[in-house]
């Protein structure tokens, strides 16, 4: 079983009539139950108002994927909790970045630039193209799928260059976007996917629910957790018999 936990900030469902009467239990629950189609994945959820965010040390231990949605509330996610879920990254926890987490702590974190783009919020088309459709994140797509209703997000998109580019999309006001890139951080793999504005239904669509599944189950962790501790070896300990030389800080 890959351990999924979803991750949500749940504030414009609560505070916002059209987003609640699309996501009545919140985006989190709706992205959940998506994932659950697949029997594979044992899915829990998580949001901003839990103690430490609903992502305990006990949590992160207990999670091969965790996806994050948020927008409105980046700067009220606490610096040590990011860091924490960044060393789980690091020691091979994988992780989905969804749609405004763009700019959420964690993501420009990872990736080490400012993950700026921009946008414009119309209701208007996309079609998401797959450049690669042997990957598996793309398993089970066409050569490109729409989504009728979305808000627009365009280049240029502040991020480094992705290890694995696999969807690209064209907006109906003529912008095209990154929406759909992986990076590797440590042993940690990440998958950014663009689709998730909050006032469209854009988590009940079936092929961004598969998309979501494939994502998960190309991130989860594999191999054994490891994190660079930077470990000092001593000479009597060197594979090989040698004579210190010279001075030392240490
Ligand atoms: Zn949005």
Redesign the pocket.
């Known amino acids: 079983m890959i351990r999924v936990t979803v991750w949500n900030e749940f504030i414009h469902e609560k505070s916002n009539p059209n987003v609640r009467e699309i996501y009545p239990e919140g985006m989190h629950t709706c992205i959940a139950e998506g994932l659950r189609e697949d029997a594979g994945l044992e899915v829990r959820t998580a949001t901003l108002d839990e103690p430490e965010h609903g992502l305990t040390e006990t949590v992160l231990e207990a999670t091969d994927v965790l996806t994050w949605w948020g927008?409105t509330a980046h700067e009220r996610v606490r610096d040590e909790i990011v860091l924490r879920v960044r060393k789980r990254v690091h020691e091979g926890m994988g992780l989905l970045v969804l749609?405004?987490g763009h700019y959420s702590k964690i993501f420009k974190s990872l990736m080490g630039t400012t993950c700026s783009l921009c946008?414009r919020?119309a209701g208007e088309k996309e079609r998401l193209w797959v450049c690669n459709p042997a990957h598996p994140i793309a398993k089970g797509i066409d050569r490109y799928f729409e989504i009728e209703h979305t808000?627009m997000?365009g280049e240029p998109f502040g991020i480094p260059p992705p290890d694995e580019q696999i969807f690209v999309s064209w907006f109906a006001g003529g912008e095209v976007f990154r929406s759909g890139q992986t990076w590797k951080r440590g042993n940690g793999k990440i998958f950014y996917f663009r689709p998730?504005?909050?006032?469209y239904p854009i988590y009940h669509d079936k092929t961004v629910k598969l998309i979501l599944k494939n994502g998960v189950k190309w991130a989860a962790a594999s191999g054994s957790k490891w994190i660079d501790s930077a470990p000092n070896i001593p000479v009597e300990q060197a594979p090989e018999p040698i004579e210190p030389w010279g001075g030392s800080v240490h």
Request: proline share 0%; aromatic share 18%; no cysteine.
């Open positions: 927008h749609h405004s946008w919020e808000e997000y998730g504005h909050e006032t």
